[in-house]
């Protein structure tokens, strides 16, 4: 892991979060690999660069696979996460760990869905002089309507609601250069959404297309559950604009309410008032339920803070295949 010669060439650290891949390692770490030495026989990147996989604490043989593969060829390194975190703190570790010994990173999931072809590209756009390269899928075909759906209506909620231009249909496939990664290391905050910070650090920064495959094997960790959790830590994360828009929603209410009330008093004076229960109880159904919500929105915001302020770390690396001083 000397990185002083040839020093004309990029380093690039190829970041890949695993959770439970040991289906799928076998597979997509040959690609992983015949794409680096590609690379590096066309002169694009130097031969010191590194194949990282990033354990998030799997419970199956994953980690053991990438410990043997760290043995059979130098390109392959890894750390291991002391327990599972998410895909994005298992990102986040794997860029963070990378920054200090390569120019360039691309994170990229395991599983082979992302084209790994679009790298070349990615390089080269890098030599161009851009800091930043979003790796965007073309279409979403393979995909099942229900993921496509829902995937398109993140996007579009992100868009409204994060107050920050999300580059649409690109996931967690992207180059990040040294430069980038150094400043954005001095964003500290736990509640990560990186498609989201990434383009805050700014840069010059461009994407490139690529069709998005079927999984390889195994399965998708992302059920609809952690989608909407995703979705919502995006949006609360990164804007305040639901609060707003509670603000804005409580006042048409209470605008609302005051039209009732006179209409009310209006029917009382008149003599007209009828038992009135029904409307009573939509009332205070309506403001209960409005209630509610607003409290839980500005809740989620309290509670995020509260979770910033602690500021625990936001990865911990429990063994690595290589020691430090290697490196
Ligand atoms: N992943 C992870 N930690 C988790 C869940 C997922 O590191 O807790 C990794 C997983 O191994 C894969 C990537 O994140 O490389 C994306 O996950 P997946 O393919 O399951 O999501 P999908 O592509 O279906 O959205
Ligand atoms: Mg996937």
Redesign the pocket.
């Known amino acids: 892991m000397d990185c002083k010669n040839d020093r004309t060439k990029p380093i690039l650290y190829i970041v890949?979060?695993?959770?439970n891949?040991e289906q799928v390692l076998p597979i997509s770490s040959k690609l992983f690999l015949e794409k680096i030495n590609s690379l590096v026989a066309l002169g694009k990147i130097s031969d010191e660069s590194r194949i990282m996989f990033v354990n998030?604490g799997s419970k199956d043989d994953t980690w053991n696979l990438i410990k043997q593969y760290a043995k059979e060829d130098k390109h392959f390194i890894g750390i291991s996460q002391s327990r599972?975190r998410?895909?994005q703190n298992?990102v986040l570790a794997g860029l963070m760990e990378s920054m200090d010994y390569c120019d360039i990173t691309i994170s990229i999931?395991?599983?082979g869905?992302d084209d790994i072809n679009a790298m070349d590209e990615m390089v080269d756009k890098y030599a161009e002089g851009y800091e930043v390269v979003y790796g965007v899928r073309s279409k979403r075909d393979t995909d099942t309507f229900f993921k496509r759906f829902t995937a398109e209506s993140f996007y579009k909620v992100l868009d409204k609601f994060g107050g920050v231009e999300v580059v649409y249909n690109h996931a967690d496939y992207r180059l990040i250069s040294k430069k980038v990664l150094k400043e954005f290391a001095n964003f500290h905050e736990v509640n990560l959404f990186l498609r989201g910070l990434i383009p805050l650090v700014g840069f010059p920064s461009t994407s490139v297309f690529y069709e998005r495959h079927e999984?390889m094997a195994g399965e998708?960790?992302?059920p609809l559950s952690k989608m909407l959790a995703l979705a919502f830590d995006g949006i609360t994360s990164l804007s305040i604009k639901p609060i707003r828009l509670i603000i804005g929603f409580g006042s048409l209410v209470t605008f609302m309410s005051l039209i009732g009330i006179i209409w009310a008093v209006i029917g009382f004076v008149n003599g007209s008032t009828v038992a009135g229960w029904a409307s009573m109880i939509c009332l205070i159904c309506f403001f209960g339920g409005a209630n509610m919500l607003a409290l839980g929105i500005i809740g989620e915001y309290v509670g995020k803070s509260y979770i910033e302020i602690k500021a625990r770390p936001r990865y911990i690396i429990s063994e690595r295949t290589y020691s430090l001083k290697e490196k």
Do not use: F, L, V
């Open positions: 890949i979060p695993c959770y891949e998030d599972n998410g895909h298992a999931d395991c599983d869905q999984r998708s960790h992302y």
